[in-house]
Nanobody, 122 residues
Framework: QVQLVESGGGLVQPGGSLRLSCVTS????????MAWYRQGPGKQRELVAG???????NYVNSVKGRFTISRDNAKNTVYLQMNSLKPEDTAVYYC????????????????WGQGTQVTVSL
């Protein structure tokens, strides 16, 4: 059974920091790409940051230089360090487990976490 448990969201003032964590189980974590998405009020879900199995990262332009995605394969966990937070970063943040690479045999389904609320406000 696949489980994704997110934590670290909350209320923070502009300029503050938060660190989101997503602990996974039931998947071969080390070979899958991982990502964080977010969905703000009245907005579509968007990709915030992604990290390949090899550690290559990519970010949406609006968070470059402020957010850092990382992974700890020993702990089956992906992180999102968010610094210099702005009110426009307010959203529900979702952890995403990408597909198993073609060279591996097994379940190729992708998975979403339940989401964690991040609110940036005075």
């Amino acid at each position: 059974q696949v489980q994704l448990v997110e934590s670290g969201g909350g209320l923070v003032q502009p300029g503050g920091s938060l660190r989101l964590s997503c602990v996974t189980s039931g998947v071969i974590f080390s070979v899958r790409p991982m990502a964080w998405y977010r969905q703000g009020p009245g907005k579509q879900r968007e990709l915030v940051a992604g990290i390949s199995s090899g550690g290559t990262t990519n970010y949406v332009n609006s968070v470059k230089g402020r957010f850092t995605i990382s992974r700890d394969n020993a702990k089956n966990t992906v992180y999102l360090q968010m610094n210099s937070l702005k009110p426009e970063d307010t959203a529900v943040y979702y952890c995403y487990v990408g597909p198993l690479p073609p060279s591996y045999y097994g379940n190729r389904s992708t998975y979403w976490g339940q989401g964690t609320q991040v609110t940036v406000s005075l």
